[in-house]
């Protein structure tokens, strides 16, 4: 097979780098910069909007929400309808990405730039977004920092989790189940990759703690 040791050669240098990467905030935000500025990412803001399904959850779990996305990236695949959500506030790590989000012109919006892992919000909102970020985090940590997300939740409120193909990643698929129970599956989709579903995780404020 020509393309399988390269292939297998690529992914060990990436998953090297990104451990690197995650490693450092400063490091993690200039490898997610460089990625943004050489259009890695580019692919998910053409075509359906990745994020329609989590906007419709959203609508039916959390209606006229203030919404906390993070790790939003440029937010463009996110087609939240003015009207439907009270404000919408977007947070990365990358400022290119945060560059690109303000220059959409989203009304009722802001956004910032910071590391997700330790950022601490300054209110309470209705839905807090982890649209397909998760994985970028150390595993160990996940339980920990979702617990520590609840915290920020409106009463009534819903973190909603986007993640694609978490078949391949059991250990965070465990550690999303079993770190805030009774988390539930709103949602297992098998949108344009075939056998990599994405599945999308509620987890409800008044079920935590
Ligand atoms: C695969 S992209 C997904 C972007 C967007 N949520 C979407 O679904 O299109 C992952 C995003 O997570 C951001 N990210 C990764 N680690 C982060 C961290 N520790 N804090 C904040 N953002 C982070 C990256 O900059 C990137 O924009």
């Given at each position: 097979m020509a393309c399988g040791p390269s292939f297998r050669f690529r992914k060990l240098v990436e998953a090297k780098v990104k451990a690197l990467a995650r490693s450092s905030p400063r490091l993690n935000a200039a490898w997610w910069n460089v990625q943004y500025r050489l259009g890695l990412w580019d692919y998910l803001d053409g075509g359906t909007p990745t994020g329609r399904e989590i906007a419709e959850i959203v609508g039916e779990y959390a209606p006229e929400a203030s919404i906390l996305d993070l790790g939003c990236g440029t937010t463009i695949n996110l087609p939240l309808i003015p009207g439907t959500y009270r404000h919408y506030h977007g947070v990365d790590i990358s400022a290119k990405a945060i560059e690109?989000?303000?220059m959409i012109g989203r009304p009722h919006a802001t956004y910032e730039t910071a590391d997700i892992?330790?950022?601490a919000p300054q209110e309470a909102y209705d839905a807090i977004?982890?649209?397909e970020v998760i994985y970028y985090l150390?595993?160990?940590k996940v339980s920990g920092f979702l617990?520590?997300?609840s915290g920020f939740l409106a009463p009534g409120g819903v973190i909603l989790i986007q993640v694609w193909a978490g078949e391949t990643n059991p250990d965070l698929i465990a550690a999303i189940e079993g770190s805030t129970p009774p988390g539930m599956l709103a949602k297992?989709?098998?949108l344009d990759s075939p056998g990599h579903?994405?599945?999308y995780f509620l987890i409800k404020s008044d079920v935590i703690g």
């Open positions: 690109q989000a303000r892992l330790t950022y977004l982890l649209r150390p595993t160990a617990e520590r997300l297992t989709l098998e579903p994405m599945l």
